[in-house]
């Protein structure tokens, strides 16, 4: 067997003790700041932003298809080019606006209006329908 040591001399009950102020003391009054009005609203300029990069993924792909067809290869190239690196920063700024709560709803319809009118990933997903 083990000898009783301090934790077993703990008294069972404990009784509160409350401290009564002295009349001597003045009372010292906290004023607390009033709590804002409302809370701040995130601005969903990121999400519109990135909507708008989308749309331009948009021109600029059905740009690069047009004078592709009208015999304009090099600048159909440049501009297919420039729609892919445009749909990449789009769909990364709709990601980041999604995350942050600036603009999701703005930033759902970019990151997919961004994959969807990417050229290179319309280009893989066209050879793997076609079996190719």
Same mark, same amino acid.
């Given at each position: 067997m083990t000898t009783p040591g301090d *934790? +077993? %001399?703990v008294p069972l009950k404990v009784v509160p003790y409350y401290v009564q102020p002295l009349e001597d003391e003045p009372e010292v009054v906290v +004023? +607390? +700041?009033p709590p804002a009005d409302r809370p %701040?609203?995130? @601005?969903p300029w990121l999400g519109i $932003? =990135? @909507?708008a990069l989308a749309v331009v993924t948009v021109v600029l792909h059905a740009w690069a298809i047009g004078s592709s067809t009208d015999g304009d290869f090099a @600048? $159909?190239?440049g501009l297919g080019w420039? =729609?892919?690196v445009v749909s990449g920063i789009a769909f990364l700024a709709g990601i980041v606006a999604i995350v942050l709560g600036? $603009? %999701?709803r703005f930033g759902i319809a970019a990151a997919v209006l =961004? @994959? *969807?009118a990417n050229p290179y990933l319309l280009l893989v997903t066209l050879r793997w329908a076609s079996g190719g």
């Open positions: *934790v +077993e %001399r +004023e +607390e +700041e %701040r609203v995130k @601005l $932003g =990135a @909507l @600048l $159909g190239s420039a =729609a892919i600036w $603009g %999701r =961004a @994959l *969807v």
